[in-house]
């Protein structure tokens, strides 16, 4: 299971935008899916985004419009800009993938990192 890190958080208010970077260790990375997630308290770990190899895109209803998902493979790294946050997108936020053809559920996946906080808050 490849190593990500998770960075960019932070506490923004309603209407803010946060840009989150996820770093894999994998030299396969540009071959993976990759999929951002986040777990609210008391929450399960859900699917925000996902990105294929070769860039085929998904996002959760909830965050439609808002969120944009991207990578550069040279750089080993995924990224998810976030606009117009709401309160409930509080969550930690992760990242994981591997060479699956989509990104799946969080249960299909171990190794995770440690997240990376967002509150989104007046």
């Known amino acids: 299971q490849a190593a990500f890190v998770e960075s960019g958080g932070g506490l923004v208010q309603p209407g803010g935008s946060l840009r989150l970077s996820c770093i894999g260790s994998?030299?396969?990375?540009?071959?993976?899916?990759m999929g951002w997630y986040r777990q609210a308290p008391g929450k399960q770990r859900e699917l925000v985004a996902g990105?294929?190899?070769?860039?085929?895109?998904n996002y959760a209803d909830s965050v439609k419009g808002r969120f944009t998902i991207s990578r550069d493979n040279a750089k080993n790294t995924v990224f998810l800009q976030m606009n117009n946050l709401k309160p409930e997108d509080t969550a930690v936020y992760y990242c994981n993938g591997d060479s699956r053809p989509t990104a799946e559920e969080a249960t299909e996946y171990g190794g995770w990192g440690q997240g990376t906080q967002v509150t989104v808050s007046p």
């Open positions: 994998s030299s396969l990375f540009s071959f993976f899916s």
């Open positions: 990105i294929t190899d070769r860039l085929r895109i």
